[in-house]
T-cell receptor, first 115, second 114 residues
Framework: AQSVSQHNHHVILSEAASLELGCNYSYGGTVNLFWYVQYPGQHLQLLLKYFSGDPLVKGIKGFEAEFIKSKFSFNLRKPSVQWSDTAEYFCAVTSGSYNTDKLIFGTGTRLQVFP | DGGITQSPKYLFRKEGQNVTLSCEQNLNHDAMYWYRQDPGQGLRLIYYSQIVNDFQKGDIAEGYSVSREKKESFPLTVTSAQKNPTAFYLC?????????????FGPGTRLTVL
């Protein structure tokens, strides 16, 4: 069965620090990968996604993620965080089959950014 | 303005009572989902439906029931059989034409059992 691991449960940073959140998945076939973000009091929304092609994908608000197939990883990065990035971040994976597989979420990483 | 609405935002219930959470979407999406979110556990799938009048159990369906009589609506009933119902419930939908299953989420309902 597919699973997603997010090893950082709670990350605390100062503004302008660099961010990297880890995400590893277990599935040997083709995967589609997502990062979702949940700002305080707001909907869960898509940050970025990877389906195929360039393994470095760029999302909204300056976030990017790199798919490394050999490491089964899809880490999220941002060079310089802002206070407004304070949120919970979820990595998710589904197989490459046509809309037949469920979206499997990681347990989430809570990011706090202090001014 | 397309989107997913969930009501109510906050819900309180006494032990032993059933309660129904509403989820409506006007995105013309075929598939709809219910998740439960607990601190430190991420999102866990309760039920999902890929077409009207059909639905499947997710990973934690016990104590819950759903119906899908209309494409736009996918209500979730939390029954008295659910042993630990206090949680944040999220509804989502996706398009059948999107082979990558990108899901769009509603604002959630926070259920508290007193």
């Amino acid at each position: 069965a597919q699973s997603v691991s997010q090893h950082n449960h709670h990350v605390i940073l100062s503004e302008a620090a660099s961010l990297e959140l880890g995400c590893n998945y277990s599935y040997g076939g083709t995967v589609n990968l997502f990062w979702y973000v949940q700002y305080p009091g707001q909907h869960l929304q898509l940050l970025l996604k990877y389906f195929s092609g360039d393994p470095l994908v760029k999302g909204i608000k300056g976030f990017e993620a790199e798919f490394i197939k050999s490491k089964f990883s899809f880490n999220l990065r941002k060079p310089s965080v802002q206070w407004s990035d304070t949120a919970e971040y979820f990595c998710a994976v589904t197989s490459g089959s046509y809309n037949t597989d469920k979206l499997i979420f990681g347990t989430g990483t809570r990011l706090q950014v202090f001014p | 303005d397309g989107g997913i609405t969930q009501s109510p935002k906050y819900l309180f219930r006494k032990e032993g009572q059933n309660v129904t959470l509403s989820c409506e979407q006007n995105l013309n999406h075929d598939a709809m989902y219910w998740y439960r979110q607990d601190p430190g556990q991420g999102l866990r799938l309760i039920y999902y439906s890929q077409i009207v009048n059909d639905f499947q159990k997710g990973d934690i369906a016990e104590g819950y029931s759903v119906s899908r009589e209309k494409k736009e609506s996918f209500p979730l009933t939390v029954t008295s059989a659910q042993k630990n119902p206090t949680a944040f419930y999220l509804c989502a939908s996706s398009s059948d034409r999107d082979r990558y299953n990108e899901q769009f989420f509603g604002p959630g309902t926070r259920l508290t059992v007193l």
